[in-house]
């Protein structure tokens, strides 16, 4: 079964972190990657751009509105989120346990549809901002 | 580690706390002394792993307890007047219920605020850096200091003559019109640019790049962008810090000796850097209400999209200084535009206009720079020579001043 792994975090700590910090979450990230390949769970990691880079689509009134950045009145923003294929959602939480969870919070959720390439190997589509 | 951690979150929650407690005290230093007393607390009862849901409010509780408290024990000092202020908080911290109140509405204003208290056009630049610096980023005075290369009681008085400043000017704290905001972002905006540039091309000394400002800045600018993604100009700034700042490998040889765009090694420029600034500026510019740091850093992302130095859009850069000139004229700018007219009509015709826009860029060691490379290209040696000799005077750096010395090493 496939479960959305989604990640919030408080931006201002975020930018906040030294570099040694930030070595420290995404070692736990690694760490995370590691695990899930090694098992066969890995579908897909996206880390998103700050929320300064996002427009929100809406629709008022048979109009389209398009706005600057997401909604603002929330402590904590959508940083990014996995994509990983378990069997039980008990799996799916020990998995996720491997993930930096002192600050901010994770959801998991379970996937109802997915399209898209054949995941499983994990290693085969790589896309930097660049 | 742990210590690390929670000072990352006083860092974190810095700006919106010391910003409630200005608004709450109508005082820099008493704002200031709160959030040091609230931080202290903060260290004694927070945990690594039972850190507060809202360690901002949380703060902002403490804080405002804590300057409480100081204005009792100096009225109590002052007179014994019985005591008929509320009774302070005991120490333990129900943020919940503040939270409610303290919506992004408020956090908005009261940041705005803060930013501009510290960049008010009362103080000088060296000023408005330095307070941001102190207040809102948080440097202590010693860092900023270092930064910089004064002396950390020289430091220390600047800050203190630009708080008695701001004290003497009797800043009123009213909502402001829509005009008045819009005037206060764009300043807010170009004191963080300024905090950037200092830490981007150091005015005087042996570095020519100090990261931490340079990072510093982009933090303030996140922060900022958070605050008003409406604001199309705050994302421009944020793109152009970004994109400057990807080249920052590029810039400095082991050496630290200056390395120009044209000599830059591109594969050394930071690409998640310049993905993130191109989609801000593209963001900003939809609005259609361009500024003049949009316009910059178009520029500078016009520069990122060629593969190499010659594949430059000479001509998109030119027609981006000439509106640069037309909303925000520069004896620099018009300098910038000059020395890519060059790269487009060759020398002659560029040295020939540079001569129009000498007067106010005489003490400018870049000007007389540019005009020794135009004189060079043209075989005007002697000239060449005697207009570097004079940039290389007037040169404010080591790395400046090392960059001009190959140039005439180049003439020779």
């Given at each position: 079964m496939l479960f959305s792994v989604l990640i919030y975090a408080n931006e201002d700590f975020i930018d906040a972190l030294s570099s040694e910090e930030r070595e420290a979450l995404l070692k736990k990230h690694r760490t995370f990657h590691e695990h899930t390949k090694a098992n066969r769970n890995f579908a897909a990691a996206s880390k998103l751009m700050s929320t300064g880079t996002s427009v929100t689509i809406s629709r008022e009134s048979g109009d389209y509105v398009v706005t600057d950045g997401p909604f603002t009145e929330t402590k904590e923003q959508f940083l990014g989120f996995y994509l990983i294929d378990c069997a039980t959602l008990e799996e799916a939480i020990e998995a996720v346990k491997l993930l930096p969870l002192d600050h901010g919070r994770i959801e998991v959720r379970p996937v109802d549809f997915f399209e898209g390439s054949d995941f499983r190997n994990g290693e085969r589509l790589v896309i930097n901002a660049s | 580690m742990a210590n690390a951690w929670l000072s990352t979150h006083l860092r974190a929650?810095?700006?919106?706390?010391?910003?409630?407690?200005?608004?709450?005290?109508?005082?820099?230093?008493?704002?200031?002394?709160?959030?040091?007393?609230?931080?202290?607390?903060?260290?004694?009862?927070?945990?690594?792993?039972?850190?507060?849901?809202?360690?901002?409010?949380?703060?902002?509780?403490?804080?405002?307890?804590?300057?409480?408290?100081?204005?009792?024990?100096?009225?109590?000092?002052?007179l014994s007047a019985p005591e008929d202020l509320e009774p302070a908080f005991d120490g333990t911290h129900p943020e919940r219920e503040l939270?409610?109140?303290?919506?992004?509405?408020?956090?908005?204003?009261?940041?705005?605020?803060?930013?501009?208290?510290?960049?008010?056009?009362?103080?000088r630049r060296d000023q408005q850096i330095a307070l941001a610096l102190k207040v809102v980023a948080g440097l202590s005075v010693d860092e900023i200091a270092r930064a910089f290369l004064v002396q950390p009681k020289t430091m220390e008085q600047r800050i203190t003559r630009a708080k008695k400043r701001l004290q003497a000017a009797r800043l009123t704290y009213e909502e402001p019109d829509a005009a008045a905001r819009a005037g206060r972002i764009s300043a807010v905006a170009n004191a963080i640019y300024l905090v950037f540039n200092e830490g981007y091309s150091a005015a005087q000394g042996p570095k020519l790049i100090r990261a931490t400002l340079c990072e510093e800045a982009i933090r303030l600018a996140r922060l900022a962008v958070r605050l008003f993604p409406e604001e199309p100009e705050l994302r421009g700034l944020l793109a152009l810090c970004l994109i400057q700042h990807s080249r920052h490998r590029a810039r400095l040889t082991a050496d630290g000796e200056a390395v120009t765009l044209e000599q830059q090694d591109r594969s050394l420029w930071d690409r998640t850097l310049i993905a993130e600034g191109n989609i801000l500026l593209e963001a900003a510019l939809r609005s259609a209400r361009p500024g003049p740091l949009q316009i910059e850093a178009a520029i500078a992302a016009t520069h990122t999209q060629a593969p190499s130095f010659e594949a430059t859009d000479w001509n998109e850069i030119e027609r981006l200084y000439r509106a640069l000139e037309l909303i925000r004229p520069s004896p620099v700018v018009a300098l910038n535009r000059v020395v890519v007219l060059a790269r487009l009509h060759g020398p002659a015709p560029a040295l020939a206009r540079?001569?129009?826009?000498?007067?106010?860029?005489?003490?400018?060691?870049?000007?007389?720079?540019?005009?020794?490379?135009?004189?060079?290209?043209?075989?005007?040696?002697?000239?060449?020579?005697?207009?570097?000799?004079?940039?290389?005077?007037?040169?404010?750096?080591?790395?400046?001043?090392?960059?001009?010395?190959?140039?005439?090493?180049?003439?020779?």
């Open positions: - | 929650a810095r700006p919106r706390v010391l910003a409630a407690l200005n608004r709450a005290f109508g005082d820099l230093d008493l704002a200031e002394d709160a959030f040091q007393e609230a931080s202290l607390r903060a260290l004694k009862a927070w945990r690594q792993d039972q850190v507060p849901n809202d360690p901002a409010a949380w703060l902002i509780i403490a804080g405002r307890n804590a300057g409480i408290d100081a204005i009792r024990r100096k009225s109590r000092e002052k939270t409610v109140s303290l919506d992004q509405a408020v956090y908005r204003d009261d940041v705005l605020r803060l930013l501009f208290t510290c960049c008010h056009p009362v103080l540079l001569d129009a826009i000498a007067a106010p860029l005489e003490r400018y060691a870049n000007f007389h720079a540019v005009k020794g490379s135009f004189l060079a290209d043209l075989g005007r040696m002697e000239e060449a020579r005697r207009a570097f000799e004079l940039a290389f005077d007037l040169a404010g750096t080591e790395a400046e001043r090392e960059h001009v010395r190959a140039k005439l090493k180049e003439l020779s």
